[in-house]
């Protein structure tokens, strides 16, 4: 979408909007409505393997849309250990490690106990100019990425993988964004450290944030996606599990 003062159409919000765009979207929520209302759907446990608060807003949201609860469990590994120069493979070894680590902080009885269980893990990385960024490791880098975006569009890339417990069968898709930005001021981005959010997200990239929206400028992709958690794709991978 693009944002401007006078734009000849009116752009899409920044907030994450819903799930029915498209005739696609709202034959796949309708389904996924009727499946969460059946005895296998009511017996199924959703777990959000993510400590991201970001992605917790994004999952209520599509609870509320499709009619399901969640439990939150946390991987807790070192992503840093973990390394591929191609941004789209890193994210998948990422998100399926964050999987394997979750399960194996699971006890046996457990697992059995939810033989339908759905995990979903999510990995992210933003490209600029190339080059992967991940969270940063302080403000001098936080502000170097921040002041960056104005030279050139930056990119999420992001996985996610849906772990089906009992068979270990995965579903897992990669989701691209790219998102052009006007410069950030220095004050603004001085704001923004010293709320010290930017530290906990990849790249220090904070599309939603009041401060940040007015330098976007377009974003060819999802919002949600953009943010970590896109919930379309998220359901339908979801929905592969579906009897």
């Given at each position: 979408?693009t ?6 159409e ?15 979207g ?30 917790r807003?994004l ?16 991987a807790?590994?070192d ?39 759905l ?115 998220v ?7 579906f009897d």
């Amino acid at each position: 979408f693009t944002l401007g003062a006078e734009p000849a159409e009116r752009p899409r919000t920044m907030a994450t909007g819903g799930l029915v765009a498209s005739q696609a979207g709202r034959e796949l929520v309708q389904h996924a409505q009727r499946w969460f209302r059946s005895p296998r759907g009511k017996a199924t446990r959703i777990i959000l393997g993510s400590s991201s608060k970001v992605r917790r807003k994004l999952m209520d949201e599509l609870c509320e849309e499709v009619g399901f609860k969640y439990d939150v469990l946390t991987a807790d590994i070192d992503e840093k250990a973990i390394r591929r120069e191609d941004p789209a493979e890193l994210v998948t070894v990422l998100a399926q490690a964050k999987a394997d680590a979750i399960q194996g902080k699971m006890a046996p009885a457990e697992k059995e106990k939810d033989e339908n269980a759905l995990l979903i893990t999510c990995d992210q990385v933003v490209v600029h100019e190339g080059k992967i960024l991940e969270k940063p490791e302080d403000a001098a880098e936080a502000r170097r990425f921040i002041e960056g975006y104005a030279r050139a569009p930056c990119s999420t890339v992001g996985s996610i993988a849906v772990t089906q417990l009992a068979s270990g069968k995965v579903a897992q898709e990669v989701d691209r964004a790219d998102i052009h930005f006007t410069p950030i001021p220095a004050a603004t981005i001085d704001a923004l450290i010293a709320e010290g959010e930017v530290f906990w997200c990849a790249g220090g990239l904070m599309v939603e944030h009041d401060l940040v929206t007015p330098h976007v400028t377009r974003i060819d992709g999802t919002m949600d996606g953009v943010m970590g958690l896109p919930k379309l794709k998220v359901l339908q991978l979801i929905s592969t599990f579906f009897d």
